[in-house]
């Protein structure tokens, strides 16, 4: 079974550039996360979709940081303009259905911004 | 205000050396308790989850552990490729949703 893919692995910017991040989930996973990782730190959620609906996007930074699902499937995240403190590493996951039940992370995208 | 913390943040094993690491939570509406491990460069890999105290799950040489307030991972007999930092999370449910909050992690360095 395929996991989860995300694309670009790396990405260096410089400050207000824009930026966009790409994730497909597990086949028939309909829930999908954008976690961010700074370094040093555990994952912090960024923003919860079920199908292409938001669930929860309570930390999501909304004036700068936007996602979106359109068909249910893969996932966009994107960072417009970018700050220094965006730097980390961005996570996506995948769960069946409930959070209750595992998520499963990709690789994650590293970014840079100078 | 939720919070999950690991300790130590760093722990160094010779090879065989048992030990533990440990995860304690304070969180309104605990759902689960998950252990992940996180190897450079990469996402983090599933290990266990526990849903209720008194609850114990084992994998090779690890077992994890639940209380009403902790949760540990014990590491037996520890290899060089147990290497990694361990990341604990908890599922909690408030009015925002129901989300993962993980701690900070534990960096295991196992020598031979």
């Known amino acids: 079974e395929a996991g989860v893919a995300q694309s670009p692995r790396y990405k260096i910017i410089e400050k207000r550039q824009s930026v966009a991040f790409w994730c497909n989930p597990i086949?028939?996973?309909?829930?999908l996360y954008w976690y961010q990782q700074i370094l040093g730190q555990g994952p912090k959620l960024l923003i919860q979709?079920?199908?292409?609906?938001?669930?929860?996007d309570s930390q999501l930074p909304k004036d700068r940081f936007s996602a979106e699902r359109l068909k249910g499937v893969d996932s966009t995240l994107k960072i417009q303009p970018a700050k220094l403190e965006d730097s980390a590493v961005y996570l996506c996951?995948?769960?069946?259905?409930?959070?209750?039940?595992?998520?499963?992370f990709g690789p994650g995208t590293r970014l840079l911004v100078l | 205000e939720d919070q999950v913390t690991q300790s130590p943040e760093a722990l160094r094993l010779q090879e065989g050396e048992s030990s533990s690491l440990n995860c304690s939570y304070t969180?309104?509406?605990?759902?689960?308790l998950f252990w992940y491990r996180q190897d450079p460069g990469k996402g983090p890999e599933f290990l266990f989850t526990?849903?209720?105290a008194g609850e114990e799950k084992e994998k090779e040489r690890l077992k994890a552990t639940l209380t009403k307030k902790e949760s540990f991972l014990h590491i037996t007999a520890p290899k060089p490729e147990d290497s990694a930092t361990y990341l604990c999370?908890?599922?909690?449910?408030?009015?925002?949703?129901?989300?993962?909050?993980f701690g900070k992690g534990t960096t295991l360095s196992v020598s031979s």
């Open positions: 996951a995948s769960s069946l259905w409930h959070p209750q039940e595992t998520q499963y």
């Open positions: 086949s028939g996973h309909a829930t």
């Open positions: 979709f079920q199908n292409n609906g938001v669930v929860d």
């Open positions: 969180v309104s509406g605990l759902r689960g």
């Open positions: 526990l849903y209720s």
């Open positions: 999370a908890v599922l909690r449910a408030n009015q925002a949703g129901t989300a993962l909050i």
